[in-house]
């Protein structure tokens, strides 16, 4: 009985040996192709993970990135803004503080404009109205864009300088007759009026 086992079981074992050593060249590289496959498949599925991952973490990158450069561009804008106020508000105020020193001078130089009562008071009369147009030119000047204001200013000197002329003239002038003054007055008179004609002018540009 044991015998008859024993023979039984080494026939099954021969079995298999003999099926083991059956496997052909095309099985084994089958069983190859089927292995490298499976390991291309891992391999491909992975590398997509991780080009998945990769896209993440770079858009989070990119976005974080836009908005740092956006709050950045905001502040930079902000401050040039408040720069510019800043500096606007400052010029308006000089125009303005000059306006009124200019006023105080008129004042402090109005005995010395002409000996005349009558000729003084006409001549400070033609004087301050030109004086306030040149003042009002001066301070929307400084709200003009910095080319504008460059042109403006160089004009207006030149007309401050005529207007200086003419109030030397009052300053140095001696008594005169009557038909002297008028004659004066009629130049002065025209002179002015070129003057305001050209502050007009040099307005109308800003």
């Known amino acids: 009985m044991d015998k008859t086992r024993s023979l039984f079981i080494l026939v099954a074992l021969l079995g298999a040996a003999g099926?083991?050593?059956?496997?052909?060249?095309?099985?084994?590289?089958?069983?190859?192709?089927?292995?490298?496959?499976?390991?291309?498949?891992?391999?491909?599925?992975?590398?997509?993970?991780?080009?998945?991952?990769?896209?993440?973490?770079?858009?989070?990158?990119?976005?974080?990135?836009?908005?740092?450069?956006?709050?950045?561009?905001?502040?930079?804008?902000?401050?040039?803004?408040?720069?510019?106020?800043?500096?606007?508000?400052?010029?308006?105020?000089?125009?303005?503080?000059?306006?009124?020193?200019?006023?105080?001078i008129r004042d402090a130089n109005r005995n010395v404009v002409a000996a005349d009562d009558t000729l003084r008071s006409w001549g400070q009369e033609r004087i301050d109205a030109l004086n306030n147009k040149i003042d009002d030119a001066k301070v929307k000047a400084e709200k003009a864009k910095p080319e504008a204001r460059a042109e403006f200013e160089a004009g207006i000197k030149d007309v401050q300088a005529k207007r200086d002329a003419i109030v030397t003239q009052f300053a140095s002038l001696d008594t005169k007759s009557s038909a002297e003054v008028d004659r004066f007055k009629g130049k002065v008179d025209a002179e002015i009026d070129r003057l305001k004609d050209r502050v007009d002018r040099l307005e109308k540009h800003l």
């Open 19 to 104: 099926a083991g050593c059956n496997r052909t060249p095309a099985d084994e590289q089958k069983q190859a192709v089927e292995a490298q496959n499976e390991a291309n498949k891992d391999i491909h599925e992975a590398n997509r993970e991780a080009a998945e991952k990769t896209a993440e973490v770079r858009k989070d990158m990119n976005d974080k990135t836009a908005e740092i450069r956006k709050e950045y561009d905001k502040t930079v804008a902000e401050g040039n803004e408040k720069v510019r106020e800043a500096q606007q508000d400052a010029r308006e105020k000089s125009a303005e503080a000059q306006a009124k020193a200019n006023e105080q």
